[in-house]
């Protein structure tokens, strides 16, 4: 133990030689080469979290590496300009700042941090005489994560320090899960929406295939009566109506494939041709309400807007009136198994600069067991034709990379569903889903 204390004021003599240098000294490094001169043996590098004594002191920095020198990498700044630089250079795990330094104070060093994207994240602990409790409310105020006064009790600064290390490692360690939870689910995403799109495409193509086969015996066969010379004219007759049927049906199960393409091809606002441009939302609900008229009609679907006052958007017009009318077609085809039925459209100011547009019907409601799968393209509660609709998968890609918002969708069986979408008044400019 005493080895380390020579060692430490060796170094800290060897500090106060080079004070005057800009740059201040890493003690993890500067300790490394000490012991190799002191020794002649090399010493690891350290791999200990990296702590930044700022104190225009050096006779506190010298305690304050005393202390922290066998559970830290330490280094050292005697100004703030030099802590600054320091930063500039590499991020340390924390940061203990004094308050009182001549030409810049530890409360503009650490403003200067705090609004520096790039170093707004290091934890910093204020050390100094000022320590009453409107001393503290002012560190706090500029960023602080906690406060130290001088003089300062040993135990109380390691407990400190340890408690700031540690809760930064576990803020890291949940933001690394953060980021793969999210690379797995949109892995997840993304097999799911290959998947559903081969399930669709495999239909129509499929048939299509049956078709162009059957057409293909049908002409072998042709060909060798031909050849024969048995070739009847009721031959020719037949094979003109299976030729009809097959290229009808390839036709019609061509144009289905093409469909469900074009259906994710308008996902973006860009492949709508749409332009960012400011509108009325209250006539934009108009013209979609009124374009759905026959719809609404056949299925006796009313629909009820409660509006308040008008809102005027700079936004994609066309994307949203994908979106609305995506909405309400599916409340009108899914929500009432018969005829008869409401959905109510609520459009509301949220703060200066947002939007919430709910949708609303009262019908058989979404078993909790499928609310998650709602934005699975082709998902949808019922069977039969309108099942190869994307539906909310192309809404939820609009709303988020289009228009710049958020959807939510509750459902409650036998009471109804609701979908609400979060708006900014100006959307970014339109950015394309991955996935």
């Keep these: 133990m005493c080895g ?26 500067h300790r490394a080469s000490l012991w190799q001169e002191a020794t002649g043996c090399g010493y690891p590098e350290s791999v200990m979290p990296l702590i930044l004594v700022v104190d ?14 066998d559970e830290c990498e330490v280094s050292m700044a005697t100004s703030g300009a030099e802590a600054l630089s320091f930063c500039a250079q590499q991020l340390p795990d924390l940061i203990l700042l004094d308050v009182l330094m001549p030409e810049m104070s530890g409360y503009e060093v650490c403003d200067r941090l705090k609004a520096d994207p790039r170093t707004r994240g290091i934890p910093v602990i204020f050390v100094t005489v000022q320590g009453g409790s409107a001393d503290e409310a002012e560190g706090f105020a500029h960023g602080a994560v906690d406060y130290i006064p001088k003089p300062f ?22 933001a690394r899960s953060q980021i793969e939870l999210f690379q797995r689910d949109k892995l997840a995403s993304v097999g799911r929406t290959i998947a559903g799109i081969a399930q669709e495409l495999s239909s129509p193509l499929g048939n299509a295939l049956i078709s162009a086969c059957t057409l293909q015996d049908d002409l ?15 031959d020719l007759e037949k094979h003109v109506r ?7 049906l390839v036709l019609s199960n ?22 960012r441009r400011s509108f009325s939302l209250l006539e934009l609900v108009h ?9 609404l009609e056949a299925h006796q679907v009313h629909c009820e807007l409660d509006a308040g006052d008008d809102l005027h958007l700079l936004s994609f017009r066309g994307a949203l009136a994908k979106v609305l ?24 100011p949220l703060g200066t600069d947002q939007l919430t547009i709910t949708v609303q019907d009262h019908g058989v409601g979404i078993p909790p067991g499928m609310l998650g799968r709602v934005f699975d393209p082709f998902f949808s509660t019922r069977f039969g034709p309108n099942r190869s609709e994307p539906g909310l998968y192309i809404v939820r890609n609009l709303v988020t990379f289009a228009l710049g918002g958020q959807i939510q969708v509750e459902s409650t069986p036998g009471v109804g569903t609701t979908v609400r979408l979060t708006l900014p008044m100006i959307s970014p400019e339109a950015r394309r889903a991955t996935g």
């Excluded at 225009?56 to 020198?69: C, F, G, K, M, R």
């Design 4 to 29: 380390r204390v020579v060692l430490a004021d060796y170094g800290w003599a060897k500090y106060r030689e080079c004070a005057t240098e800009s740059t201040p000294m890493s003690w993890g490094k």
């Design 56 to 69: 225009d002191q050096p006779s506190n920095i010298h305690a304050l590496y005393q202390l922290l020198v």
């Design 153 to 174: 009790v040993d135990v109380v600064v390691k407990a400190r320090v340890r408690t700031q290390l540690a809760l930064k490692l576990a803020s890291e360690s949940f």
């Design 220 to 234: 072998t066969h042709l060909r060798g009566l031909s050849q024969s010379g048995h070739l009847k004219r009721s």
């Design 242 to 248: 299976v030729s009809e049927e097959s290229v009808g």
């Design 254 to 275: 061509l144009q289905r494939t093409l469909s469900i393409v074009d259906s994710f091809l308008q996902s973006t606002a860009d492949n709508f041709g749409d332009q």
């Design 287 to 295: 013209e979609v309400v009124v374009g759905l008229a026959p719809a």
């Design 325 to 348: 009318t995506t909405l309400i077609q599916n409340a009108v085809k899914h929500a009432y198994r018969e005829a008869g039925g409401e959905v109510h459209i609520r459009l509301r």
